[in-house]
């Protein structure tokens, strides 16, 4: 999981919005994963503050891994913060997968500190 997290918060992915090179067995692997991760969790999350509420991503990583997980110079704000997605994480933006396999890596290495509530995408 550390190997996506270093990978994607790359500057080249983050903030120059370059399309990262996943691999099928990769993405499989955090979709098999992710799926016992979410049914661990239960209907209604409970989120003690603070924390971080995000909205729509709608695929656009580079606005989203700059401004919101890469947002303290000495260690990434994922490794600091509870964060609470709202969903509609992809679509739109040109790094949908992006977008979703980090959030799933994210939550899948820090199950008590990143909720993911399901929008409409």
Request: glycine letters at 8%.
């Amino acid at each position: 999981w550390d190997k996506f997290l270093k990978f994607l918060s790359n500057e080249r992915y983050s903030k120059n919005g370059e399309l990262f090179n996943f691999k099928y067995h990769d993405v499989l692997q955090v979709l098999i994963r992710i799926k016992s991760v979410l049914m661990q969790d239960k209907t209604l999350v409970t989120c003690p503050s603070p924390c971080v509420i995000v909205g729509d991503i709608h695929g656009q990583f580079t606005f989203s891994g700059s401004s919101i997980f890469f947002n303290d110079g000495n260690r990434p704000g994922y490794l600091t913060q509870r964060y609470v997605f709202l969903g509609d994480y992809v679509d739109r933006g040109r790094q949908s997968l992006e977008v979703i396999v980090f959030v799933f890596v994210l939550k899948i290495k820090f199950p008590k500190s990143i909720f993911l509530l399901r929008g409409n995408h």
